[in-house]
């Protein structure tokens, strides 16, 4: 087999301007560098799936795009302007909203609470200010058919009751309702079955097709990763490892980058 083209670091004339690039970005945590100058551009409309073995620095790289662990190196740039992101308000101003690993949805509240949480539509009528419960759920209504999350019986249940691919839907819709022009995605599909996994597959084209850009994090190389991105980046010991044109690999490849190691039975001993 032919070894995968990696594409080189810099961009050329011509190419778009990337929505969001990050420049020698480097996080450490005591010893230990989760993050080691690693260089991303994002283009607009572009999905770029990052991955990585655990402990890759991937999550780290999404905390700090988002401002929720700024790098203690390393600069941002958003459409060609340098920018700084030392806080989610940062990056929510330029158009960056996440959705994390474990998701951070209120168990004990409905759909409709944990879409509107901090953002609650109020009425003035003349007994007073009221939240407006009706238009709230409506347009809950509306957002989650928008992106085709349509299994969720009652937005009035608790969340902690819902599957986990209807959970990753609300949190997926939650953060959509911002506005963003670009959707960080950590995980999003870990620990859900067959038919719900495909469902997050849609939301992601769903995003690509409203003109965002999407950076995702996955280990599912075959039904999430090959299926949506354009362009992958391979984490490795919080460095860079490699970078992919998605029509240039394959599972096996990637596995090879993940992994260091370039052998046939590296993708069966992933997959263990
Ligand atoms: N808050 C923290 N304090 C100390 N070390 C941390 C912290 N967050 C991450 N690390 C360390 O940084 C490295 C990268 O972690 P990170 O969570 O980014 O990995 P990951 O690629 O997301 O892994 P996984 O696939 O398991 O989610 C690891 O060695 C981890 O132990
Ligand atoms: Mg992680």
Request: with cysteine; aromatic share 2%.
């Amino acid at each position: 087999m032919s070894e995968p083209k990696t594409i080189a670091a810099s961009a050329g004339a011509g190419e778009p301007v990337p929505v969001l690039e990050l420049r020698g970005v480097t996080k450490h945590f005591g010893g230990v560098t989760a993050l080691h100058s690693v260089d991303l551009k994002v283009n607009p409309r572009e999905i770029v799936a990052i991955v990585g073995d655990n402990g890759a620095g991937k999550s780290t790289l999404i905390k700090a795009i988002s401002g929720t662990q700024p790098p203690d190196e390393g600069g941002f740039f958003s459409n060609g302007h340098p920018v700084d992101i030392r806080s989610p308000q940062d990056s929510s101003r330029l158009g960056i909203e996440a959705v994390y690993q474990d998701l951070a949805l209120c168990d004990n509240l409905d759909t409709v609470q944990n879409l509107f949480l901090g953002n609650e539509i109020i009425s003035s009528a003349w007994t007073g200010r009221r939240l407006n419960h009706a238009r709230m759920e409506r347009i809950a209504g509306e957002a989650l058919r928008d992106l085709g999350v349509s299994t969720i019986r009652s937005l009035r249940t608790p969340v902690g009751r819902l599957s986990g691919g209807q959970r990753q839907g609300i949190a997926i819709c939650r953060c959509v309702m911002r506005g963003p022009k670009v959707v960080l995605l950590d995980e999003p599909t870990a620990a859900l079955g067959v038919e719900q996994r495909a469902g997050v597959v849609r939301l992601i084209h769903k995003l690509k097709s409203e003109s965002r850009s999407v950076i995702v994090i996955s280990h599912d190389l075959h039904d999430v990763v090959l299926e949506v991105a354009d362009r992958i980046v391979v984490l490795r010991l919080g460095r860079k490892a490699a970078e992919f044109r998605r029509e240039d690999v394959n599972a096996s490849d990637l596995v090879a980058a993940i992994t260091g190691v370039r052998s046939r039975h590296a993708e069966q001993q992933l997959a263990l």
